[in-house]
């Protein structure tokens, strides 16, 4: 059994002040919560695709590729990938692109 948090990256407001976070100040947040997840040593971290305004992830790629840049030790992954927006094979590949940052995040 692993032991993991996963997330869309939605943007709500702020639980404190109510404030609507900014998508700039979610991927800052959303960065830090997988460093915060590899220093307390979850295993795994993975992030969902979604286009929708109310979530900043629209390419996993891309913030798995920032996040591996961050972290030693957590395993990451796509959460959901829409395979009619891409083809299994660019869908793959992509992933692949951030296993220069972190061979052992790569799943």
């Given amino acids: 059994m692993e032991l993991g948090i996963y997330t869309f990256g939605e943007l709500t407001p702020d639980p404190q002040t109510g404030r609507q976070v900014t998508p700039a100040e979610r991927m800052h947040d959303l960065l830090e919560e ?3 997840a590899d220093r307390l040593g979850l295993e795994v971290f993975g ?3 979604h286009h929708r305004p109310d979530y900043i992830v629209s390419a996993p790629a891309v913030v ?3 996040a591996a840049a961050r972290t030693s030790d ?5 959460a959901v990938t829409v395979l009619s927006a891409v083809t299994i094979f ?3 590949t992509e992933i692949c692109r951030f296993y220069v940052f972190q061979p052992s995040a790569v799943c």
Avoid: F, K, Y
């Fill in 47 to 49: 992030v969902g695709e």
């Fill in 34 to 36: 997988v460093e915060l």
């Fill in 74 to 78: 957590i395993r990451l992954t796509s």
């Fill in 90 to 92: 660019s869908a793959v």
């Fill in 64 to 66: 798995l590729g920032a």
